[in-house]
C-alpha cells in the first residue's frame, strides 16, 4: 500500500528557479526530480533506501512501486488522474483526503475577524511562493503575516522575501499547532498562491476556523474547495490581490465550514485507510 502524495513541482523548477537551477528549464519532471534526490544525497541530506534507483531513475522507480502496490492511496480523485496520466498505472487506489485535528481547530463565532489581516502558514520556498505574495500586498492596506521557517536550501529565498518586503509584511517563525488557532481566529482570509498543491494543510485548518481563502489554481485544491474559495493565478502578482480583495470583503460561506467537519478530518482520513487495508486482507 502506497501514499502517492504527487507533487508537481516542474513549473517553480522550469520556470522559476535562478542560477543553476534554471537548467532545469530544459528537462522533465521526472528528471528533475531525479536530479534533486541525488544532490541531497551526496549533500548527505537525504538517503537512498536502494541503490537501483541511481540506474532506474525517477520515472521507472515509481512505476516500479506503483505496480507492485497492492493500493494506492491519493489525496484526491484528481490527483489519481495524474498518476494515470503520467505513469500509466491502472493499481487499485482509495481516495484518503488530507485534514485537519477537529478537536483542536475550534472556531469561535463570536470573534471578531481583522478585515485587513492576511495569514499564510507555510514552509517559506520557492514552491509556496510568498515572494510573488509580498509584491502583491506590499504597501497595500492590508497587513500579511507570514508563518513558517525556511525550508532546506531555501534560505536566499527567504533572505530575498525579507529583503523585498514592506512595513505591513510580518514574519513569525514556527509556531506549534495550538499557537496557530488565535491567529487563525484572528484573520479574515488566509492565503496560499502556490506553484502547486495538492491541497494546503493550512487552507483547510484555516477553513474551519472562519477564514475566507484565497488559494493557488494550480494542484487539486478545486476538488477540495469547489466553489467555496477564492482562486489566484500564482504567476500574477495581480490576480493575487484581486483575490485576496474579494476574499476580505465577502461573508464567510458556513457551508465551507460544514462540508470540512464532513469529509476532511483526519478522523475520515483514518476511516478510508482502514477500509483500503480490509480491502486487501478479504
Not at 138 to 152: E, H, Q, R, Y
Request: charge should be positive.
Amino acid at each position: 500500500m502506497v501514499s502517492t502524495i504527487l507533487c508537481d513541482y516542474s513549473e517553480y523548477d522550469k520556470y522559476h528557479r535562478k542560477g543553476a537551477g534554471a537548467l532545469f528549464s530544459y528537462l522533465s519532471a521526472d528528471r528533475i526530480e531525479y536530479l534533486k534526490t541525488l544532490a541531497r544525497w551526496v549533500n548527505g541530506n537525504d538517503k537512498l533506501t536502494s541503490r537501483d534507483y541511481i540506474w532506474k531513475g525517477q520515472r521507472s522507480s515509481i512505476r516500479e512501486i506503483l505496480k507492485k502496490a497492492a493500493v494506492i492511496l491519493p489525496n484526491s480523485a484528481s490527483e489519481y488522474k495524474r498518476i494515470t496520466q503520467t505513469y500509466r498505472c491502472n493499481t487499485r487506489y482509495f481516495i484518503v483526503p488530507n485534514g485537519i485535528d477537529a478537536h483542536l481547530f475550534k472556531r469561535n463565532c463570536s470573534a471578531e475577524k481583522d478585515p485587513y489581516m492576511v495569514l499564510c502558514v507555510a514552509r517559506i520556498e520557492g514552491i509556496k511562493n510568498q515572494l510573488n505574495l509580498i509584491r502583491a500586498l506590499n504597501d497595500t492596506k492590508f497587513n500579511l503575516v507570514l508563518i513558517g521557517s525556511f525550508a532546506p536550501n531555501q534560505k536566499a529565498y527567504y533572505d530575498e522575501c525579507r529583503r523585498v518586503a514592506a512595513k505591513n509584511i510580518t514574519f513569525i517563525d514556527n509556531v506549534l499547532q495550538e499557537q496557530l488557532v488565535k491567529y487563525y481566529q484572528h484573520a479574515k482570509v488566509h492565503v496560499l498562491p502556490s506553484w502547486f498543491e495538492t491541497t494546503g494543510l493550512s487552507s483547510l485548518e484555516a477553513a474551519v476556523m472562519g477564514c475566507n481563502i484565497v488559494i493557488t489554481d494550480r494542484g487539486d485544491a478545486k476538488e477540495y474547495f469547489g466553489s467555496n474559495a477564492f482562486y489566484c493565478n500564482p504567476s500574477d502578482p495581480q490576480s493575487i490581490l484581486s483575490a485576496v480583495e474579494k476574499a476580505s470583503r465577502c461573508r464567510y460561506n458556513e457551508d465551507l465550514y460544514e462540508m470540512i467537519m464532513k469529509r476532511y478530518t483526519w478522523k475520515e482520513a483514518a476511516l478510508q485507510t482502514l477500509k483500503a487495508y480490509q480491502s486487501i486482507t478479504k
